[in-house]
């Protein structure tokens, strides 16, 4: 069986070398790249053509990584791609990852891209639960991810469930609190209102800010044994070398900053650090796998390295990249000062239009409120000009009735003298019809009355009618009045957007950012403050049953105020310890 395996990887290496090209698959934090590479590529050029296509000029902190049995391996830059230990079938797969971590992101990282990418590469880890994260920093590291993601909190348009299908916290911290998902939404949706204001980029570099405190961020861990026989871990940063206990990986045992590293030699299988002081005790250990210990020189010789570089006078190339970045943040400001100006210019433009919107809608009502009170006058004065019309005829009704009456006496008296009965009769008729002639006088004189007292109506609703017509005449004139003022304001913050930044703008400027620089301890104090208001704010849902072990160490290490940096001494960062840096005798031996 090994000898077959043996003829198929001897069978695809000749395949391999008849091969004019290959092809390779980068796979970063974001996207898939696939490259057609020539078979004598080095891997320094397929790392260069890689940065090239990403736009990255900060290349010194990252590599392409594979896997090789049961560990990893990064890509050697000096020598093929195809003749390293690199995975035999194609299209070949390599991680761009983040090789090497700065001591201070914030200093350090000069590109967008280059802190982009680390953004990405630590967010994974700490969710995966590769880096421990105490719930309060994970809950706040959530919260400038959303932001990071989302821009600027906005009611509105992030109403909650907007966070139900991301993943924003590691299942550890998940499962250590009686919270449901709505719950862990609410606090961090508080903390992402608070970032309003900040760039994605900002939030990003906020996120990097307090991740780089935690006590595993940039670590690399290694199974070590040392002389005696004891197994341990052995863990390699930016700052130094440390020795850790197996089941704690946050506090170290010893530590061992590079400047105070003398030498280390490499021989057989066999580590050895020899510190600075010589009266110190040497530290050796070993590692039972080639490979494993491959790694840990080359990890150990880039840390150093970089450690190096960031005492000494930055190179031309990096001070032009600082140069181009302080440019276009500048810039970025100047800009993003602009957009706030046109922004807050249309909002007021927006809330006069409204305004006037408003009073015109209030002006419609009321014309249409005195159009309607005139439409019920003038059906008032069309019932009351009946109404006298029908007085009128019953007032020439009870006249003509009268008249007969009157008649009808006058007949009776010429008959009188036909007999005393009759006379008497008819005088009977006569007393009779002359009280039925005053009724019926009395009742035309009361329907007179009331026809004029119509007719005074009548002529009132006219009155009001001509009243509600010039009402309704001026409201209209105030309407017209009203829709030009909304066009000419509505047209104002338009001719307005225009303006030119002047040089006291970009001096301005650089007084704010000085300012950003004094104010950095207090955003310290802040932060540390908003932690522990978090952590009070869960602490009565924690479950203790199911806090991990690494969970009660940091828990103690909190008490106590350890950390993997409390075995360091102040290591100089500044240009000003540089020379005495540049001294040290360190020297790697194989």
Known sequence: MASALAAKMGFNSLLRKQAKNFSVRICTMESDMEFNCEVKLKGKELFDLVCRALGLRETWFFGLQYNVKDTVAWLKMEKRVLDQEIPKEEPITFQFLAKFYPENAEEELVQDITQHLFFLQVKKKILDEEIHCPPEASVLLASYAVHAKYGDYDPGIHKPGFLAEEELLPKRVINLYQMTPEMWEERITACYAQHRGRTRDEAEMEYLKIAQDLDMYGVNYFLIRNKKGTDLLLGVDALGLHIYDLDNKLTPKCSFPWNEIRNISYSDKEFTIKPLDKKANVFKFNSSRLRVNKLILQLCIGNHDLFMRRRRVDSLEVQQMKAQAREEHARKQVERQRLQREKQMREEAERARNELERRLMHLQDEAQMANDALLRS?????L???????????AKLLAEKAAEAETEMQRIKVTAIRGQEERRLIEQKMI???MLALQMAEESERRAKEAEHLKQDLQEARESERRAKHKLLEIMSKDVYVVREICSNVSTPRENLSF?????D?????????????EYMEKSKHLQEQLNELKTEIESLKLKERETPLDIIHNQNAEQGT???????KVPNSRHGAQILLCLPFI???
Request: charged share 45%.
């Open 506 to 518: 970009m001096k301005r400027l650089s007084m704010e950012i000085e300012k950003e620089k004094v």
């Open 384 to 394: 009351l000009a009946e109404k006298a019309q029908i007085a009128e005829e019953e």
């Open 563 to 569: 950390s993997k940096h409390s075995n360091f001494k």
């Open 588 to 590: 790697i031996r194989l």
């Open 432 to 434: 009779q019809a002359e």
């Open 500 to 504: 030119e930044f002047k040089d006291t």
């Open 378 to 382: 003038e059906q008032t004065a069309d």
